[in-house]
């Protein structure tokens, strides 16, 4: 069984899908491996290490394709890749299945494509498949150093005989995997923070980081919603959306950094920064817009470039934080294929380590292959949101 590895088609993502140290993982199970040539070269992973750790390098994406049976990519498979995809082939990657348009080539091609972002995330024996956690910690981390980089003060406080430095006020709304690693971050950071979330169960892990927590409002029904979405963001009413701007508006309006992070799976994200709240930000103020990728959280944010308002507010629409982590986030993304990979082979070959006697056992009744699988059998999959 032979597992390919397919090189991102995009200058603004450095990540590869898999690593050399996976790579060995691979081979000890039995799997062989094929690498596009230099597909790792922008996460500091050369040929030569894959070479070593018992893959073979191929020249063009396309004798990838031809030679391997699995596929592993980090976002969707550039089209002209699509195009040779056989009858019982497997995807692998990030697919944004809910904004993807190859939906029906994969499907028409007969391809299993499986997008893991749709992974169960509440299933214990997932979690060390979740490549959207494995990233959003990364991402929550870096977006720290890119406010701290972006302000033209200090983080913490400072007493010199110059005078005292005030530390810096951070606000941080959504609070996931990302922002709660935002949090943990800003503090180490000497930051004071506090932060906002509509699920009301972020406001313990808030306080336990020592930041604090900024409440909204919530009516009965709400809060009897916000239990019933399993951990994703629920609809909020008009009334919650308008607290929800006015305690932004006053935290803004003191903030030095703000970070936004809220995503809603398969929509846009939520606007949560509005142009009359910029308007009273402080001049050098930061704020980084982890969702700029998704319709941004913040009013003019722009994905992949830093705007400044006429009142002097930097506004950072940081589309994909983890590509500028890439070696890191490389492994772990890597870490999280193997172990999806493992579960998708035949418990019996398994036994057998001879990459001859590995076999799929593709099976839609499995709880994660099942939620993964956006096309299988020459059918699209995905329920609509
Ligand atoms: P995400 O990336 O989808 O969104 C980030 C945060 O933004 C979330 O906390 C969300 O509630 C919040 N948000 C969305 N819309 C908002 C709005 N209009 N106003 C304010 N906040 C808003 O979130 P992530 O990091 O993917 O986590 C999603 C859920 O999955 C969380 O409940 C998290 O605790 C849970 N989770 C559970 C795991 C497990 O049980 N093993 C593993 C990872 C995540």
Known sequence: MKIGVISADSASEKRVALTPDAVKKLRKLGFEVVIQSGAGQAAYYADELYQAAGADIANSSTEVVKQAQIITT???????????????????????????????????????????????????????????????????????????????RPFPMFMTSAGTVKPAKVVILGVGVAGLQAIATAKRLGAVVEASDLRPAAKEQVESLGGKWLDVPMSEDEAQKAKATGGYAWTPSEQYIKDQAAVVDKALSNADIVITT??????????LVHGATLAKMKAGSVLIDMAAGTGGNVEGSVPDETITTPNGVRIVGAANIP????????????????????????????????????????????????ALAVTHDNQVRLAKR
């Open 74 to 152: 980090v976002n969707d498979l550039p089209a002209a890749v699509t195009e040779h995809l056989t009858a019982g082939q497997v995807v692998i990657g990030m697919l944004d299945p809910y904004r993807n348009s190859q939906l029906d080539t994969y499907a028409a091609k007969g391809a299993t494509a499986f997008a893991m972002e749709l992974l169960p995330r509440t299933l214990s024996r997932a979690q060390n498949m979740d490549v959207l956690s494995s990233q959003a910690n990364l991402a929550g981390y870096k977006a720290v150093l890119l406010a701290a980089n972006e302000y033209s």
């Open 262 to 271: 809220a995503q809603i799976p398969g929509r846009d994200a939520p606007r």
């Open 323 to 370: 590509s500028q982590l890439a070696a890191q986030s490389s492994d772990l993304y890597a870490n999280n294929l193997v172990n999806f990979i493992t579960t998708l082979m035949a418990p019996a070959a398994t036994d057998d380590a001879s990459a001859k006697t590995l076999a799929l056992n593709l099976d839609m009744n499995d709880e994660i292959q099942g």
